[in-house]
């Protein structure tokens, strides 16, 4: 049973952990062995910092005269970490058949990191790749994904952004765009903001359409 419940648009923004690759156990790995070298003994980061810029997550942590030197070591631990980093089902088969001009991902991760976790994945980039560091503020803030829409020449009031964290969610909202959340492991109340929440991009198809996309949910 297939179930239409997502707008006709002209593009689409995917956030990529989370949402396109499983990348959570791999993420706090690194972050651990990253907070091990640094003397961290305190992990209650590790139950915000998803979805969140990594330079953001270092700065709250240690002091503003070690932050880019802590910043490098974790893009380093991250981009050459990547093992048991995989894509989510139906992920594949979804991108594939959706135009290039028609997509981008969205990331809070830095560009060597977000490469190296799609290539881990055996995800094809698409053209339009916004990372960490391309905008002045990340998410929450919704300058990432205007930033995508602004790149794929798109009015960001007519794109579906899939997500997955509540950071991703907010800033995703705030950029006016219609908003899917997929189901992880986070609480209900987590994902209350989103316009539709679904199990995952495998419950997903889409239809190229005149001047856009026609994406359509199979009902649970």
């Not at 640094?38 to 969140?52: K, L, N, T, V």
Request: with cysteine.
């Amino acid at each position: 049973m297939i179930t239409t419940t997502i707008p006709a648009v002209q593009a689409v923004l995917f956030d990529m952990d989370g949402t396109l690759i499983d990348s959570t156990a791999n993420s706090h790995h690194c972050w651990s062995r990253w907070a091990d070298r640094r003397g961290i003994a305190d992990r209650s980061f590790q139950e915000w910092y998803e979805g969140i810029p990594a330079r953001q997550i270092v700065e709250a942590l240690v002091p503003a005269v070690e932050v880019d030197a802590a910043l490098a070591e974790i893009v380093r631990i991250e981009a050459t970490e990547t093992h048991g980093i995989t894509a989510f089902p139906g992920v594949p088969g979804l991108l594939a058949s959706i135009p290039d001009t028609r997509k981008a991902i969205v990331t809070s991760s830095v560009r060597t990191v977000a490469a190296a976790r799609l290539d881990a994945a055996g995800i094809i980039a698409p053209t339009v790749l916004v990372t960490a560091g391309e905008t002045s503020r990340g998410k929450p803030d919704p300058a990432p994904f205007l930033l995508g829409a602004q790149r794929l020449k798109v009015d960001p009031r007519k794109v579906v952004v899939f997500e997955d964290a509540p950071a991703g969610i907010a800033a995703a909202r705030a950029a006016g765009s219609f908003v899917v959340a997929i189901e992880g492991t986070r609480r209900a109340a987590d994902l209350a903001e989103a316009d539709l929440v679904i199990s995952g991009l495998d419950a997903v198809r889409v239809e190229v359409i005149d001047g856009g996309l026609q994406f359509y949910v199979r009902a649970a």
